[in-house]
Antibody
Framework: QVQLQESGPGLVKPSETLSLTCTVSGGSISSGSYYWVWLRQPAGKELEYIGRIYTSGSTNYNPSLKSRVSISGDTSKNQFSLRLSSVTAADTAVYYC???????????WGQGTLVTVSS | EIVVTQSPATLSVSPGERPTLSCRASHSVDTYLAWYQQRPGQAPRLLIYDVSTRATGIPGRFSGSGSGTEFTLSISGLESEDFAVYFCQQYKKWPYTFGQGTKLEIK
């Protein structure tokens, strides 16, 4: 059973960089035909895809966030991470990590972590 | 970007009924559509992918249909645990996008 767990600061100041890590157990981020993904959900709004990293290390980012986003993987720790720079209050959301098969549906999700952008 | 719209926003039904939830895409997504269930305080759970294929462990009372731009999720024999928010996702074109969700509530 694959399990994912997000970790990182719950409070980030405006203009700073949001950094989250997703720790994966029960599966390897460097094997199989999977994408490891980051999404977010502002309160009362729909889910938004932030980006994804393939087992090969290649990445895709949502064009709306591309200039501020970076996703990387650490195979030695079986973790992948999200960095979102120059945050504003609009980046306040519950952030989820997950696993996507065939590049589409997300079959495993982390529990989500609330990140608030505020001074 | 493909816009995904769900209706209704809220659906009030009684246990045992068979609700139908709708999902519409602004452009054809062929059969690249998934449905998720989200209970309060929990992460989403994949129910159906490729329009009508149930994910592992999902009971047969959940069924999906449609193609192109119009899709539906039906739940036969609604149980108490099914009262949740349901949303659809297209994965035809990047960035993949989600609908705003339909909340299924007890009448």
């Amino acid at each position: 059973q694959v399990q994912l767990q997000e970790s990182g600061p719950g409070l980030v100041k405006p203009s700073e960089t949001l950094s989250l890590t997703c720790t994966v157990s029960g599966g390897s981020i460097s094997s199989g035909s999977y994408y490891w993904v980051w999404l977010r959900q502002p309160a009362g709004k729909e889910l938004e895809y932030i980006g994804r990293i393939y087992t090969s290390g290649s990445t895709n980012y949502n064009p709306s966030l591309k200039s501020r986003v970076s996703i990387s993987g650490d195979t030695s720790k079986n973790q992948f991470s999200l960095r979102l720079s120059s945050v504003t209050a609009a980046d306040t959301a519950v952030y989820y990590c997950g696993r996507s098969f065939f590049g589409g549906p997300i079959d495993y999700w982390g529990q989500g972590t609330l990140v608030t952008v505020s001074s | 970007e493909i816009v995904v719209t769900q209706s209704p926003a809220t659906l009030s039904v009684s246990p045992g009924e068979r609700p139908t939830l709708s999902c519409r895409a602004s452009h054809s997504v062929d059969t690249y559509l998934a449905w998720y269930q989200q209970r309060p305080g929990q992460a989403p759970r994949l129910l159906i992918y490729d329009v009508s294929t149930r994910a592992t462990g999902i009971p047969g009372r959940f069924s999906g249909s449609g193609s192109g731009t119009e899709f539906t999720l039906s739940i036969s024999g609604l149980e108490s645990e099914d009262f949740a928010v349901y949303f659809c996702q297209q994965y035809k074109k990047w960035p993949y996008t989600f609908g705003q969700g339909t909340k299924l509530e007890i009448k």
